[in-house]
């Protein structure tokens, strides 16, 4: 990769974020009531089907508004019931990536990246080359999505919600359509993300070994309730 675009990529990545999620949000079975903290670490939201993962990140991504809480980036409230405080989705600074990678099929893999963008065209060009040489998907940049296998679909999807500089990269079971060898293939990639990006990862998963291979931190989540935590990696210093 070209080192100055390389620099830009990881000078962004230098800062150090941390992510307050205290919400409440009534759901017809059950009370979602999550209260944690992640700083540039990977937390693993894990449980079984419907306890309350999506809705979590959903919450922190400004796609759900909870019944009560504060969420916050670092100082910056993105949301809280009292006072009232709302930052609507596209201004949240969060990256999200979907279980069925949930690409644009109209955009080939280029114009699938380039739509996260923030900056102007020519620095936008820049970053764009960088993630798609990172992510091993230059050769499929006039692509279109059904074109794609899924483990690239994800590739250019993790890019996607990098170009947009996120301070919090929200994956929301991101390899559970992909069989063995590429789900080992797609975690590896996220590990390194994680390791030059350095900002607070929530990754969801109901697999237990995607949750100890992914996690700095895993939070167990049953029916709404956060119901304990494991730490797997210390703290990085500072
Ligand atoms: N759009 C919605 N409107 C109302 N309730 C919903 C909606 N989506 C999900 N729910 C309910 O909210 C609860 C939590 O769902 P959520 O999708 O967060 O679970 P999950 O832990 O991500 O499960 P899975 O592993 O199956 O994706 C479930 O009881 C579900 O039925």
């Keep these: 990769m070209d080192t100055a675009a390389q620099a830009?990529?990881?000078?962004?990545a230098a800062r150090v974020t941390m992510l307050h999620v205290r919400a409440r949000l009534r759901l017809p079975d059950f009370d979602l009531s999550v209260d944690f903290a992640a700083a540039d670490e990977i937390v693993v939201l894990f449980g079984p089907s419907g306890a309350g993962k999506t809705m979590t990140l959903r919450a922190v991504a400004g796609?759900?508004?909870?019944?009560?809480?504060?969420?916050?980036?670092?100082?910056?409230?993105?949301?809280?019931?009292?006072?009232?405080?709302?930052?609507?989705p596209r201004d949240r600074r969060c990256g999200f990536v979907?279980?069925?990678?949930?690409l644009f099929p109209h955009l080939d893999v280029s114009r699938n990246v380039l739509f996260g963008a923030r900056?102007?065209?020519?620095?936008?060009?820049?970053?764009?080359?960088?993630?798609l040489d990172r992510f091993r998907i230059a050769h499929l940049a006039r692509r279109f999505p059904a074109e794609l296998s899924g483990g690239e679909a994800?590739?250019?999807?993790?890019?996607?919600?990098?170009?947009?500089?996120?301070?919090v990269l929200l994956?929301?079971?991101?390899?559970?359509?992909?069989?063995?060898?590429?789900?080992?293939?797609?975690?590896?990639?996220?590990?390194?993300a994680h390791r030059a990006w350095r900002i607070p990862f929530l990754?969801?998963?109901?697999d237990r070994v995607e949750a100890e291979r992914m996690g700095d931190r895993i939070l167990f989540l049953d029916a709404g309730r956060q119901t304990g935590e494991t730490r797997l990696r210390p703290p990085a210093d500072g």
């Design 8 to 12: 830009r990529l990881a000078s962004a």
């Design 63 to 88: 796609l759900e508004r909870p019944d009560d809480g504060e969420i916050r980036l670092d100082d910056r409230v993105l949301f809280s019931r009292r006072p009232r405080a709302w930052v609507p």
């Design 98 to 102: 979907f279980q069925d990678a949930a």
């Design 119 to 131: 900056v102007e065209e020519r620095e936008a060009r820049e970053r764009l080359d960088a993630l």
């Design 154 to 167: 994800q590739r250019v999807a993790l890019a996607r919600a990098l170009m947009s500089d996120p301070k």
């Design 171 to 192: 994956l929301d079971e991101p390899f559970s359509s992909l069989d063995a060898d590429a789900r080992r293939a797609a975690q590896d990639e996220v590990l390194d």
């Design 203 to 206: 990754f969801v998963t109901h």
